[in-house]
């Protein structure tokens, strides 16, 4: 399998995929409210090397934002309702 470089494979594509889902369902947002969901290379110290973050946009120029630290692909479900709950 050829990965350029920028390009995801297509498990990222699936899991990003998941994870907005679960975000949409975990916080009750209406079917329109954009979901974003990037895996960011963490530079701080002592943060993992990897952290997903989630962008909800349902408050125009306030989005809410949430990061786990970990990777894109060790996202689960409950560290979505763990989000929702907090």
């Known amino acids: 399998m050829l990965n350029l470089p920028g390009m995801r494979p297509k498990n990222d594509l699936h899991q990003i995929r998941q994870i907005k889902q679960w975000v949409s369902e975990e916080f009750g947002l209406e ?44 996202v689960t479900i409950e560290d979505i309702v763990e989000l929702a709950h907090a």
């Not at 969901?37 to 110290?45: M, N, P």
């Not at 973050?53 to 989005?63: C, E, T, Y």
């Open 31 to 74: 079917e329109e409210v954009p979901v974003l969901v990037t895996e960011l290379q963490c530079t701080e110290e002592g943060c993992p090397p990897l952290e997903t973050v989630i962008a909800i946009m349902d408050r125009p120029g306030q989005p809410r934002q949430h990061k786990l630290h970990k990777a894109l692909a060790d």
